[in-house]
């Protein structure tokens, strides 16, 4: 696909010829600042003289816009599905140029201005993210909250969860090969769209850059879409769900080093911290932990190899290396064994009670016998299922 370099080439919405770039907005009930934006972006083809097209993926506006797109010879994308994920998506779907370029409706960013990410796309880079905070954020263009809390969590969050390289995750304006997007397969309907395109891009090891862009309120007289909160929470939790190391391997791993650690120190006996004496009640608690610990470790397990078997995340070198090792077989003589020491453990302690006739016992003592093994037990039994399901997982769809 070319660039027309000397007599610009803006695509209407009748033209089927191959373009270069797609420009892509999302909409809904954006009358007040649709035309703007078009305007904008058709300034933008007819100076740096751009094979383009652009889109308007509608998502059942009642305001007219969609007459005010074809009339100024955008194409419009009806998108049924409610959510600005939805939108986008159906919207990209549509589009026939080799780059997008997506940005939002409002005129809160400037068309004009897509320069600098065409310009990386071309030179090799999957994914080009805007950066507000580099470009500046005019007054009123953003609520403190947003500007000094929710976007810096969210992005220091994604860089230590995924280790994303760039400094503002949720950038509206942004660029990216159709065919990187094609392999991203993305899923979010809402806001954490925006997110889950850096994440899967950052998890496939695509190339990704930054370039600076300006921020500037918004032209409408209505409230904005988005929901701080609300969509707020849908980022972070879209960020949980992808990342079974953060949301499950992490807190299992420390709960059942402590649960164990605390469980072995009280089988010897009472310990005396301070003014508290810990005991059976503390070491009942403590092996719940390390059971709970154990099965969010398990659970992490069952979750990346069904995110690798999907396609969401990349294969884990790791993890093969331990699978080749760690097979089904070797799975569940490992439960067996500890199950086989926890019945033996249990049937030593029925026989410690019949040794004093089957009568009242110190449950200082015999709680210490019977809890462990009935965490062996537990445990086995676990391992011995979880080894069955990680067999079932692992099993090759292709």
């Known amino acids: 696909?070319?660039?027309?370099?000397?007599?610009?080439?803006?695509?209407?919405?009748?033209?089927?010829?191959?373009?270069?770039?797609?420009?892509?907005?999302?909409?809904?009930?954006?009358?007040?600042?649709?035309?703007?934006?078009?305007?904008?972006?058709?300034?933008?083809?007819?100076?740096?003289?751009?094979?383009?097209?652009?889109?308007?993926?509608?998502?059942?506006?009642?305001?007219?816009?969609?007459?005010?797109?074809?009339?100024?010879?955008?194409?419009?994308?009806?998108?049924?599905?409610?959510?600005?994920?939805?939108?986008?998506?159906?919207?990209?779907?549509?589009?026939?140029?080799?780059?997008?370029?997506?940005?939002?409706?409002?005129?809160?960013?400037?068309?004009?201005?897509?320069?600098?990410?065409?310009?990386?796309?071309?030179?090799?880079?999957?994914?080009?993210?805007?950066?507000?905070?580099?470009?500046?954020?005019?007054?009123?263009?953003?609520?403190?909250?947003?500007?000094?809390?929710?976007?810096?969590?969210?992005?220091?969050?994604?860089?230590?969860?995924?280790?994303?390289?760039?400094?503002?995750?949720?950038?509206?304006?942004?660029?990216?090969?159709?065919?990187?997007?094609?392999?991203?397969?993305?899923?979010?309907?809402?806001?954490?769209?925006?997110?889950?395109?850096?994440?899967?891009?950052?998890?496939?090891?695509?190339?990704?850059?930054?370039?600076?862009?300006t921020l500037r309120p918004d032209g409408r007289s209505r409230p904005p879409h988005l929901r701080t909160w609300r969509d707020g929470w849908r980022h972070l939790r879209f960020m949980l769900l992808f990342s079974p190391r953060w949301l499950f391997l992490y807190p299992g791993l420390g709960l059942f080093a402590g649960g164990m650690l605390l469980s072995a120190i009280l089988l010897g006996g009472p310990v005396h911290v301070g003014g508290l004496r810990l005991d059976i009640h503390t070491l009942l608690v403590a092996s719940f932990l390390a059971l709970i610990g154990y099965q969010l470790v398990l659970f992490a397990i069952f979750t990346k190899i069904f995110a690798i078997q999907s396609g969401f995340h990349p294969a884990y070198p790791l993890l093969d290396s331990v699978s080749r090792y760690v097979t089904l077989e070797v799975g569940l003589a490992a439960g067996a064994l500890m199950a086989l020491a926890g019945v033996i453990a249990l049937v030593l302690a029925v026989a410690s009670w019949g040794a004093v006739g089957f009568g009242s016992l110190n449950p200082s003592l015999t709680m210490r016998e019977v809890i462990p093994a009935v965490v062996l037990l537990a445990l086995g039994t676990q391992t011995v299922f979880a080894s069955f399901f990680i067999s079932i997982l692992s099993i090759d769809r292709s």
């Open 1 to 213: 696909m070319t660039v027309a370099q000397r007599s610009p080439k803006r695509l209407d919405a009748s033209t089927s010829e191959a373009v270069e770039v797609s420009i892509v907005m999302p909409c809904l009930n954006e009358a007040e600042t649709l035309a703007t934006c078009i305007q904008k972006a058709q300034r933008a083809i007819d100076r740096d003289g751009l094979s383009a097209e652009i889109i308007v993926a509608d998502n059942g506006s009642t305001d007219g816009s969609q007459v005010i797109a074809k009339e100024l010879g955008a194409r419009v994308v009806p998108v049924a599905r409610k959510g600005y994920g939805s939108a986008l998506i159906g919207g990209i779907n549509a589009a026939h140029g080799r780059f997008v370029i997506m940005g939002d409706a409002d005129d809160s960013y400037d068309f004009t201005a897509i320069a600098p990410l065409i310009e990386r796309l071309r030179a090799g880079c999957d994914l080009v993210v805007g950066n507000r905070f580099m470009g500046g954020i005019e007054p009123g263009a953003m609520p403190w909250s947003h500007r000094w809390v929710g976007n810096p969590v969210l992005t220091l969050i994604s860089r230590v969860f995924f280790h994303t390289p760039v400094g503002d995750m949720h950038c509206g304006l942004r660029g990216f090969r159709k065919e990187a997007y094609e392999r991203m397969r993305l899923r979010a309907t809402g806001m954490e769209f925006a997110s889950e395109m850096v994440i899967k891009a950052s998890l496939k090891r695509m190339r990704i850059a930054e370039v600076p862009v």
